[in-house]
């Protein structure tokens, strides 16, 4: 009778990448030799916060790894499948011993999958150990040390690639076991608008935003156009893996000691914390991905307008910085955290729409989704937490004050360029004559403003700001704030 080789198997989830993997890491420490596994999951490709354009960066990461690997004579095993068939046909042919993967601050359906994985694994005699990721910590109660526990994780030694070919499953033994399954094809057209995925090209935008395009990253931060080239675009490689936070912090150190530059490097280092702070927060507020982490919200109740969501949705609300943000989003998937900002709080406060009626559609349009920042991000931008300051963007004033020669929204909303500058901001103040020498019609070239926004701001701002008094958001908030709130708060802020 033939026995069957004992295996580790690595489970790649949002890590994708070889350097600073604890899951591959471990692995190689495990004695059996290892196969790397990513399963392109039934479950996620047919859930609404994702995209052709997830699933292409993901392509396009799995690429790159395989030809990092090819030295090492193996590759990642990719299939289209629920993973517990993959590991019942795994089962057919090896013994799986052990199974390697990092702690995923996911959504529910990613939440309840592991759930009964784990119990998969039990009933198997399958040891599964999931690792910390970035610093973020399951099973906290409050926030008590936790900024002194990631900064000491950041500081340590990252996890190095130290292997051989007789360390893995081998190319050939793969492609055999690949005829069991469905596999899934990792080619992916060409398309300019989107950053591409892999550690490789992640490394380069990494080294010319720390070369020199840091150099104005706080001037230009909030502007919607120079901000896509002073800052580092390293948002889609954190959020999928490609690099991890450690190896992006400890090289910004490293810049940061002997750069002339060093307080932009030390606001980026900040946002570093900020992006685990949120994702820790998530991580122990899951129910934030359906309901306002304040349940004092709860009764909050907006209408929904079909409408509305489309204008908003297409660009076509008769705001030019709105427009041009969301289709740019749309096209490229990015635009800065201000422009996100202001795009939910045009939703939620100005249209007086739910936040959980944008939440599809941006998640399905940024590259980087991540569901650790967007889940908390759209309910402080929608004003319900009752611990943040009520912010309401006013489109116009932002348009004004970060694209003041209105080149982004030229860009972005070109039936408006011909216009004169003031104009591109608020078409909607031309008059017949000045439509007429323009060759412009509000209306037919661009729509009208689709609500009075002084009088939905006002109205937003009464309701919101009364609700901040009601006991139940009290209560709530100070419950929040007991979680959430870390110590150090200031250190954590400042530069360094």
Avoid at 213 to 235: Q, V
Avoid at 415 to 434: I, S
Wanted: aromatic content about 12%.
């Amino acid at each position: 009778m033939n026995t069957k080789e004992n295996i580790t198997v690595v489970w790649l989830k949002r890590d994708l990448r070889l350097q600073d993997n604890e899951a591959i890491y471990n692995a190689l420490q495990s004695g059996k030799r290892v196969l790397l596994l990513y399963v392109f999951e039934n479950l996620l490709l047919k859930d609404p916060h994702y995209s052709e354009r997830h699933w292409n960066f993901i392509k396009q990461s799995l690429e790159d790894i395989n030809q990092q690997l090819v030295n090492y004579k193996t590759k990642v095993l990719c299939v289209h499948a629920d993973i517990f068939a993959v590991f019942n046909q795994l089962q057919s042919n090896y013994k799986v011993s052990n199974v390697f993967s990092h702690q995923e601050t996911g959504l529910l359906v990613t939440f309840n999958r592991d759930k009964e994985f784990n119990r998969y694994c039990r009933n198997n005699s399958i040891e599964w150990i999931e690792n910390i990721n970035n610093g973020v910590l399951r099973g906290l109660l409050d926030r008590e040390d936790w900024f002194e526990k990631w900064e000491n994780y950041m500081y340590q030694s990252q996890f190095p690639l130290e292997a051989s070919k007789e360390d893995f499953i081998s190319t050939e033994e793969i492609e055999k076991l690949s005829n069991y399954f469905q596999t899934s094809d990792l080619c992916t057209e060409k398309d300019t608008n989107f950053q591409y995925g892999g550690t490789t090209t992640a490394w380069k935008y990494a080294n010319s935003f720390f070369e020199s395009r840091h150099e104005k990253y706080m001037f230009h931060i909030s502007k919607p156009e120079a901000s896509r080239t002073s800052c580092s675009r390293l948002s889609p490689y954190i959020a999928w893996g490609n690099l991890s936070i450690r190896e992006v912090f400890q090289k910004a150190k490293d810049v940061k000691e002997n750069t002339q530059n060093s307080r932009h490097l030390g606001a980026f280092v900040s946002r570093l914390r900020w992006q685990a702070h949120f994702i820790q927060k998530f991580e122990m507020e899951c129910t934030m991905e359906n309901a306002s982490v304040n349940k004092g919200y709860h009764k909050l109740k907006k209408t929904i307008s079909e409408a509305y969501r489309i204008a908003w949705e297409t660009g076509q609300t008769g705001f030019p910085l709105v427009d041009a943000s969301m289709r740019c989003l749309n096209t490229t998937g990015y635009v800065n955290f201000r422009m996100r900002a202001m795009l939910v709080s045009f939703f939620t406060h100005i249209l007086w729409q739910p936040w959980q009626e944008a939440t599809h559609h941006l998640s399905k349009q940024f590259l980087d989704f991540e569901p650790g920042i967007h889940f908390p991000q759209l309910q402080m931008q929608a004003g319900e937490t009752g611990i943040n300051n009520l912010r309401i963007y006013n489109p116009i004033k932002n348009g004004q004050e970060h694209d003041p020669d209105a080149v982004f929204i030229k860009k972005w909303v070109p039936e408006l360029a011909n216009l004169a500058t003031p104009f591109v901001h608020e078409p909607y103040l031309m008059t017949p004559l000045d439509q007429q020498f323009s060759n412009f019609e509000l209306g037919k070239d661009y729509p009208k403003p689709i609500v009075d926004i002084k009088e939905n701001r006002k109205k937003a701002s009464d309701i919101l700001w009364n609700m901040k008094k009601n006991s139940e958001v009290k209560k709530e908030s100070l419950r929040i704030l007991k979680r959430h709130t870390i110590r150090n708060r200031s250190r954590m802020l400042r530069d360094e």
